[in-house]
C-alpha cells in the first residue's frame, strides 16, 4: 500500500505518493519538477534534521502522511553537481570503479563499463540458446531490472549527489526471448521513450510556462492590492488629519468659550463688589448723616437750654432714623426685666442694624405652655423589636448610599472655594429665613417643661424675660444652657445666631449656692397638668445639672427634714434598674452572633 508525504518550501506544498522501494531522491526530484527547482541545489529534512536520500522510504523511519521541508543544501568543499564515485562489482567479483555526474544514467553507467573493459554488459548473448541476457543492477536491496529502467534511473535518483559514493552489483540473468527479437523491441522501445521523453519535456515546459505566468499573475494581484491598501490607507489618513483639525478646532473652541464664561464670572464678581462697596459705602455715609445730625440736634437743645428757651422734651428721632434701626416693640411680659443694648447706646453714635437682624415691630404672643414631666424613667429594655428589623434591605442600602453621595457632594462644594465671612453669613442668613417663628422650650430640674413662640431675631434675653415672667419668684437668679457638652447660652447673641431654630431645648439652670421649691413656675400655668406634677422637691444648683428622672415615690420635704432630704436616693434607684436589667432577654440575632464565637 502506497504511502504518502508531504513536502513544503515556504509557501509551495505539494503531496507525494511514496511506494516503499522508492529513494527519497525520486520523492525529491518530482518536487522540484513540479515547481521548477533544480534538484541538486535542494534536499529534505524531518524535524529539522537532515535525511538520507539514498534510502528507500521503507527504510528511512519516516511515517506515513509525514511533513517534509524541502531545504537548500549545505556549501561544503564539493559541490552538488561534483562527480560520484561509482564502484562495479562484476559477476566475476572484480571491481570496477569510476567517477560520474550525478545524472549519468544506470544505463550510461554500463556502457561506459563496457568501452573501458572492452566486454558487452548491455548486449550479450547466450552462445548456448541465442537468448538475451538481461544485465540487472543491485544497489541497497534494490534491483534496476529492465533496460527501461537502467535508462531512466539516474545516480540521482539513487541518491548519490554532491561527491558521495556507491557500490553496485552486476548480475547477468538469462531470459527466454531471442537475442534477435530482443534487439527489435528494445528498438521500438527507444523510439517509444523518446516519444515519450520529448511529450514530459513538452509538458514540463508548459507547466513551467504555467507556473511562470501564475507567478505573474499573483504578482500583479498582489502589487493590485498593495496599492489599493495604500490608497485606503491614504484615505484613512486624511479622514484621521480631518479629525484631529476637527478636535483641534473643538478644544479652541471650548477654551474660548471657558475662557469667555471666565471672564463674564469675574466681571460679574467685580461689579458685585462694586455693588457691595457702595452699599456699604451709602451706609456709612448713612451713619455720618445721622450722626451729624444727632450733634446739631444736641447744640440746639444745648443753646436753648442756656438762652433758657427750651421746652418740654420731645421724641426727636425723625423718620429717616426709624428706616434705618426701627425699635422693636416687645410684648408686655418682657419689659421688666430685660436688658437691652441699644438703650445703652450714646445719642452721639446710634448702632446701624442690619435689615435681617430687625426684630419685627408687630407683637409676638408668647403663648406659654406647660408640659408634665413623664411618671417613669424610659427603659428600652420594654421595647420588643422584630428580627427584620436589624436586616437592611435593598431601599435601606440605596437610601444610604444616597445619603452618603450627598453629604460627599456638599463637601466637595464647600471645598470647591473659599468663602468670606460675608458669603457665609449670607447663606446662613438665607437658610434660616424660612423661619418666620420658632419654639423654645426649657427644661427644669423637676424634668418640667415650659413652651414659648419667639421670633428668630430675638436675643436670649428675650427668652431669659419670658422665663422669668412665668416664675413664681421672678427675681430668682438663673441662667439657660444647652447639653451636651454644657454651653452656657449667650445673653447678647440672638436666637439664629444660636443654632436653636427652627425649635429647640433647653435647660435652667440655678447659680452655685441658690435652692429652690419646686414647682418653680407659676401656678396658673399649671392649671392643665396639675394631677401630673411629680411631688415638690428642693432644687439646688446641683440638681440643675441631674439628668436623672425623679423617682415618684419621692416623699415631699418638711422642715424638720432639712434641705436635701426630699432628693431621690440612688441606691434604690440603681437597683431597681439593676433588677429590671437582669430579667432583659438578649435578642436572637445577638445570641446568633455569641454562638458564632
Not at 442756656?306 to 428721632?317: L, M, R
Request: aromatic share 6%; hydrophobic share 35%.
Amino acid at each position: 500500500m502506497a504511502a504518502s508525504v508531504t513536502l513544503e518550501q515556504g509557501p509551495k506544498k505539494l503531496a507525494v505518493k511514496a511506494t516503499p522501494g522508492r529513494t527519497l531522491a525520486e520523492i525529491l526530484i518530482e518536487f522540484c519538477d513540479k515547481f521548477g527547482l533544480k534538484s541538486e541545489e535542494w534536499t529534505l529534512s524531518f524535524k529539522q534534521k537532515a535525511v538520507d536520500l539514498a534510502l528507500p522510504f521503507r527504510l528511512s523511519g519516516i511515517p506515513q502522511n509525514a511533513k517534509l521541508e524541502v531545504v537548500k543544501r549545505a556549501k561544503s568543499g564539493q559541490g552538488a553537481s561534483s562527480p560520484v564515485q561509482v564502484g562495479l562489482q562484476l559477476p566475476t567479483g572484480e571491481r570496477i570503479v569510476e567517477s560520474f555526474a550525478p545524472r549519468t544514467s544506470l544505463w550510461d553507467v554500463l556502457q561506459h563499463f563496457e568501452r573501458s573493459r572492452a566486454t558487452t554488459f548491455t548486449s550479450a548473448e547466450d552462445p548456448n540458446t541465442s537468448n538475451y541476457i538481461q544485465p540487472v543492477l543491485s544497489f541497497l536491496n534494490r534491483e534496476i531490472s529492465s533496460n527501461r529502467e537502467l535508462r531512466n534511473t539516474t545516480l540521482e535518483i539513487l541518491g548519490l549527489s554532491g561527491g558521495s559514493n556507491g557500490l553496485m552489483r552486476l548480475i547477468m540473468k538469462p531470459t527466454d526471448i531471442k537475442f534477435m527479437d530482443f534487439m527489435a523491441a528494445e528498438k521500438a522501445s527507444l523510439l517509444q521513450e523518446a516519444e515519450d521523453r520529448e511529450k514530459a519535456e513538452h509538458e514540463r515546459n508548459a507547466k513551467q510556462e504555467q507556473l511562470k505566468k501564475d507567478q505573474q499573475d499573483a504578482q500583479l494581484r498582489a502589487a493590485e492590492s498593495q496599492a489599493r491598501f495604500k490608497a485606503a490607507e491614504e484615505e484613512e489618513e486624511k479622514k484621521r488629519e480631518h479629525m484631529r483639525k476637527l478636535m483641534i478646532e473643538e478644544a479652541v473652541r471650548i477654551e474660548r468659550e471657558r475662557q469667555l464664561k471666565e471672564q463674564a464670572e469675574q466681571l460679574r464678581l467685580q461689579q458685585k463688589q462694586q455693588k457691595e462697596e457702595q452699599e456699604r459705602m451709602w451706609r456709612q455715609q448713612k451713619m455720618l448723616e445721622e450722626q451729624e445730625r444727632s450733634r446739631q440736634e444736641s447744640l440746639r437743645l444745648a443753646e436753648e437750654i442756656a438762652t433758657g428757651k427750651a421746652s418740654q422734651p420731645k421724641n426727636t428721632v425723625d423718620k429717616d432714623a426709624m428706616d434705618v434701626a426701627p425699635v422693636s416693640s416687645e410684648p408686655s411680659t418682657t419689659t421688666s426685666g430685660a436688658t437691652n443694648e441699644e438703650d445703652k447706646m450714646d445719642v452721639d453714635t446710634p448702632a446701624v442694624v442690619p435689615a435681617w437682624d430687625r426684630i419685627p415691630a408687630e407683637p409676638l404672643d408668647r403663648n406659654p405652655t406647660a408640659f408634665a414631666p413623664s411618671n417613669a424613667p424610659f427603659d428600652g429594655s420594654q421595647i420588643e423589636l422584630p428580627e427584620d428589623f436589624f436586616e437592611m434591605d435593598a431601599a435601606d442600602f440605596a437610601r444610604e448610599a444616597q445619603i452618603q453621595a450627598d453629604k460627599k457632594r456638599r463637601q466637595e462644594n464647600e471645598k470647591s472655594f473659599l468663602r468670606t465671612k460675608a458669603v457665609r453669613d449670607r447663606e446662613r442668613i438665607q437658610k434660616y429665613s424660612k423661619f418666620k417663628k420658632c419654639f423654645i422650650r426649657v427644661r427644669f430640674p423637676d424634668r418640667l417643661e415650659l413652651q414659648g413662640t419667639f421670633y428668630p431675631q430675638e436675643k436670649t434675653s428675650h427668652i431669659l424675660q419670658f422665663v422669668r415672667d412665668c416664675l413664681v419668684q421672678p427675681d430668682m437668679p438663673f441662667y439657660l444652657y444647652t447639653t451636651p457638652p454644657i454651653t452656657r447660652l449667650s445673653d447678647t447673641d440672638n436666637i439664629r445666631d444660636q443654632g436653636l431654630l427652627p425649635a429647640s431645648l433647653v435647660h435652667f439652670g440655678l447659680p452655685q449656692g441658690v435652692t429652690a421649691q419646686s414647682p418653680l413656675v407659676k401656678p396658673e400655668l399649671l392649671q392643665d397638668i396639675k394631677e401630673k406634677l411629680p411631688p415638690s422637691m428642693t432644687i439646688s444648683s446641683t440638681a440643675s445639672l441631674n439628668f436623672s428622672l425623679p423617682q415618684t415615690h419621692t416623699q415631699p420635704t418638711t422642715d424638720s427634714d432639712g434641705p436635701g432630704a426630699g432628693a431621690p436616693s440612688s441606691s434604690s434607684s440603681s437597683s431597681e434598674s439593676k433588677g429590671k436589667s437582669d430579667g432583659n432577654k438578649v435578642p436572637k440575632w445577638f445570641a446568633a452572633g455569641l454562638k458564632k464565637k
